[in-house]
């Protein structure tokens, strides 16, 4: 009889298997069964009825083709039901970016990139929304009516901006990425792309934009958010890793590369000892900085972790001389700041664009790092930064003597106020105050004490009062100026037109878009041409006073004129001896803003 019993033994174990496999089975079922139940009928469950809402506002964007004043072409288009889709073309109901291609890379302008960029961050440009009930998303959908192809981010947040309680901590989570993608189609279409579940609702939706494959403008109509009130059930096909999930930026999410995690990785001291360091001892100094400056900045801060001549290496100061934070815009706070002074003595360019936003980076955080890492400052990007106020103005004026490079662009938040401190940085070559609220009396003291400027943008800078002045100034001042932005600067005359290209001849790039009170029969652009032969590019966008005899004196006169942009304009005859050559890479467009033909580049 005991042969018998381990025989039963052994039925009974495996009967007892296949009862737990089924019943786990069961279950599974169940659950993709209750999911799919949620999906196709959303009446199901009251609890997890989907609700599809349009954005309520645009609370954040970093540029926009409209003016300030006006709903034409700007990103408060967004809000709202769509004014125009399914419809295709060129509306001013839209909400459209500044930029589009690779053309204002190759401006005079144009900044050098930052090295150390992570591959995975091609944002340009962003623009946040709000809806009215935070919810966990299932759908994003983004109408695009021209152009389509530019959305390359969608992230949520997990703050409630109408919440009248802060928030102890913001969470960003990206639901959607892609690298650029060329789009052949120019017409309209509902992108949906496949989004990824979060453990969070959220009410804040933020699209980041890379235009650089663009033919032309894209134009945006409205942003449709699908959720569920409930947190969805996870069905078993989504708890399962997507490989198209594995990049880098989702990796650091893995690990525990968010803000508080990458903050122990700049802050880490815990390294392995060992007896030697392999061939690492037998290479000179420099090269081993040279191989460690292609690294990223997470991928520094991991290797530093690694042995105590690499933490030497990776904490060395001249590894952060090019520091760009703004890929991390998400994870920077104090604390990240408080952890890198000690590598960032030497730090010369600084980029803190998009960051310290909701109250990431205070201003007592980024005042005590300048004090530390500011003296070596050459240049400091902070566009989009909307945690500065006055006294950060104060602290760069005070604490980057050497500063020749700062950008303010479209830090709306700043009070008129704070650009006095601009004065002080008389070493200044480059200023940028696009979408700002500077004003006259600021300005004219910045160009007073700033004699060296040589590149300046003062586009959409709707407090100043008259242009004219700033012209002369500019004239007066600013012999050294090369490149300067004068976009949407709507009272700007014939006169300060006069005196700016007297007073400034190595001019190489000229904005007047939308300057809409030049004309054209003044002899004003005929002058420009005679006077600033080394103009590069010249925007006269939408003047529609523009004429033949202006090209000829720019064909004449600016040989070395590569940019040029006359949309707009129904003056011109194409049959004209202007001597200029159409660019097969801006064809003539017949759109409802142009009301014509647009010539940009030449060759």
Same mark, same amino acid.
């Given at each position: 009889?005991?042969p018998?019993?381990?025989?039963?033994?052994?039925?009974?174990?495996?009967?007892?298997?296949?009862?737990?496999?089924?019943?786990?089975?069961?279950?599974?079922?169940?659950?993709?069964n209750s999911h799919?139940?949620?999906?196709?009928?959303?009446?199901?469950?009251?609890l997890?009825?989907?609700v599809?809402?349009?954005?309520?506002?645009?609370?954040?964007?970093?540029?926009?083709?409209?003016?300030?004043?006006?709903m034409?072409y700007?990103?408060?288009?967004?809000?709202?039901?769509?004014?125009?889709?399914?419809?295709?073309?060129?509306?001013?109901?839209?909400?459209v970016?500044?930029?589009?291609?690779?053309?204002?890379?190759?401006?005079?302008?144009?900044?050098?990139?930052?090295?150390?960029?992570?591959?995975?961050?091609?944002?340009?440009?962003?623009?946040?929304?709000?809806?009215?009930?935070?919810?966990?998303?299932?759908?994003?959908?983004?109408?695009?009516?021209?152009?389509?192809?530019?959305?390359?981010?969608i992230?949520?947040?997990?703050?409630?901006p109408?919440?009248?309680?802060?928030?102890?901590?913001?969470?960003?989570?990206?639901?959607?990425?892609?690298?650029?993608?060329?789009?052949?189609?120019?017409?309209?279409?509902?992108?949906?792309?496949?989004?990824?579940?979060?453990?969070?609702?959220?009410?804040?939706?933020?699209?980041?934009?890379?235009?650089s494959?663009l033919?032309?403008?894209t134009?945006?109509?409205?942003?449709?958010?699908h959720?569920?009130?409930?947190?969805?059930? #996870?069905?078993?096909?989504?708890?399962?890793?997507?490989?198209?999930?594995?990049?880098?930026?989702d990796?650091?999410e893995?690990d525990?590369?968010g803000?508080?995690?990458?903050?122990?990785?700049?802050?880490?001291?815990?390294?392995r000892?060992?007896?030697?360091?392999?061939?690492?001892?037998?290479?000179?100094?420099?090269?081993?900085?040279?191989?460690?400056?292609?690294?990223?900045l997470p991928?520094?801060?991991?290797?530093?972790?690694?042995?105590?001549?690499?933490?030497?290496?990776?904490?060395?100061?001249l590894?952060?001389?090019h520091?760009n #934070?703004?890929?991390?815009?998400?994870?920077?706070?104090?604390?990240?700041?408080?952890?890198?002074q000690?590598?960032?003595?030497?730090?010369?360019?600084?980029?803190?664009?998009?960051?310290?936003?909701?109250?990431f980076? !205070?201003?007592?955080?980024?005042?005590?790092?300048?004090?530390?890492?500011?003296?070596?400052?050459?240049?400091?990007?902070?566009?989009c930064?909307h945690?500065?106020?006055?006294?950060?103005l104060?602290i760069?004026?005070?604490?980057?003597?050497?500063?020749?490079d700062?950008?303010?662009?479209?830090?709306?938040?700043?009070p008129?106020?704070?650009?006095?401190?601009?004065?002080?940085?008389?070493?200044?070559?480059?200023?940028?105050?696009?979408r700002t609220?500077?004003?006259?009396?600021?300005?004219? !003291?910045?160009?007073?004490?700033?004699?060296?400027?040589?590149? #300046?943008?003062?586009?959409?800078?709707?407090?100043?009062e008259?242009?004219?002045?700033?012209?002369?100034m500019?004239?007066?001042?600013?012999?050294?100026?090369?490149?300067?932005?004068?976009?949407?600067?709507?009272?700007?005359?014939?006169?300060?037109?006069?005196?700016?290209?007297?007073?400034?001849?190595?001019?190489e790039?000229?904005?007047?878009?939308?300057?809409?009170?030049l004309q054209?029969?003044?002899?004003?652009?005929?002058?420009?041409?005679?006077?600033?032969?080394?103009?590069?590019?010249?925007?006269?966008?939408?003047?529609?006073?523009?004429?033949?005899?202006?090209i000829?004196?720019?064909?004449?006169?600016?040989?070395?004129?590569?940019?040029?942009?006359i949309?707009?304009?129904?003056?011109?005859?194409?049959?004209?001896p202007?001597?200029l050559?159409?660019c097969?890479?801006?064809?003539?467009v017949?759109?409802?803003?142009?009301?014509?033909?647009?010539t940009?580049p030449?060759k």
């Amino acid at each position: 009889m005991s042969p018998v019993f381990p025989m039963l033994t052994v039925l009974t174990m495996f009967y007892y298997i296949c009862l737990r496999r089924r019943a786990r089975t069961a279950t599974r079922g169940e659950m993709m069964n209750s999911h799919r139940t949620i999906e196709s009928n959303s009446r199901a469950s009251p609890l997890n009825t989907e609700v599809v809402q349009y954005a309520k506002e645009v609370v954040d964007f970093s540029s926009h083709y409209g003016s300030e004043n006006s709903m034409s072409y700007t990103m408060w288009n967004l809000a709202g039901v769509p004014n125009v889709f399914p419809s295709s073309g060129d509306f001013t109901q839209t909400a459209v970016f500044r930029t589009y291609g690779t053309w204002w890379d190759q401006c005079p302008s144009a900044s050098l990139p930052f090295k150390r960029t992570p591959p995975n961050f091609q944002s340009q440009d962003y623009v946040e929304l709000t809806f009215e009930q935070q919810v966990y998303p299932t759908a994003v959908h983004v109408l695009e009516t021209y152009h389509p192809g530019a959305v390359i981010r969608i992230l949520a947040c997990s703050a409630n901006p109408y919440s009248p309680i802060p928030p102890a901590e913001v969470r960003w989570e990206i639901l959607w990425s892609e690298r650029p993608t060329k789009v052949n189609a120019s017409q309209a279409r509902q992108f949906k792309p496949c989004i990824k579940q979060i453990n969070f609702p959220t009410n804040l939706i933020r699209l980041e934009i890379n235009s650089s494959l663009l033919d032309y403008y894209t134009e945006l109509d409205a942003v449709v958010l699908h959720g569920t009130k409930d947190k969805p059930v #996870l069905s078993l096909k989504t708890s399962l890793i997507d490989m198209n999930d594995l990049e880098d930026e989702d990796y650091e999410e893995k690990d525990g590369c968010g803000m508080d995690s990458l903050n122990k990785k700049f802050s880490s001291t815990a390294l392995r000892e060992g007896p030697n360091n392999g061939y690492f001892d037998k290479l000179p100094y420099e090269l081993i900085q040279l191989i460690l400056n292609h690294l990223t900045l997470p991928d520094l801060c991991r290797l530093a972790q690694t042995c105590k001549l690499l933490n030497q290496h990776c904490c060395d100061p001249l590894q952060y001389i090019h520091l760009n #934070l703004q890929p991390y815009w998400a994870k920077l706070n104090d604390t990240s700041l408080e952890f890198l002074q000690a590598r960032c003595t030497l730090v010369q360019w600084l980029n803190l664009s998009w960051t310290g936003n909701r109250g990431f980076i !205070s201003v007592a955080g980024f005042s005590r790092f300048l004090k530390v890492c500011g003296s070596e400052l050459v240049r400091l990007e902070l566009s989009c930064s909307h945690f500065l106020n006055e006294t950060c103005l104060e602290i760069i004026s005070e604490m980057c003597p050497n500063l020749q490079d700062l950008n303010l662009s479209s830090c709306d938040k700043l009070p008129p106020q704070a650009f006095n401190h601009i004065a002080k940085l008389c070493s200044l070559k480059r200023l940028v105050l696009y979408r700002t609220k500077v004003e006259q009396t600021a300005l004219l !003291s910045i160009l007073n004490f700033c004699s060296e400027l040589q590149h #300046l943008s003062l586009g959409s800078c709707v407090m100043i009062e008259d242009y004219d002045v700033i012209a002369s100034m500019i004239g007066a001042k600013c012999k050294k100026l090369r490149t300067l932005d004068l976009w949407r600067c709507k009272d700007i005359t014939e006169k300060g037109i006069a005196e700016l290209a007297s007073g400034c001849p190595l001019l190489e790039e000229l904005d007047l878009g939308w300057c809409p009170t030049l004309q054209s029969s003044t002899g004003c652009f005929a002058r420009l041409a005679r006077q600033l032969p080394n103009l590069q590019k010249l925007f006269l966008t939408a003047n529609r006073s523009v004429c033949d005899t202006d090209i000829e004196e720019l064909a004449c006169n600016c040989t070395r004129l590569r940019q040029l942009d006359i949309l707009g304009t129904r003056m011109i005859s194409l049959t004209a001896p202007h001597g200029l050559v159409w660019c097969p890479e801006m064809p003539c467009v017949s759109t409802v803003r142009n009301e014509g033909w647009v010539t940009s580049p030449r060759k």
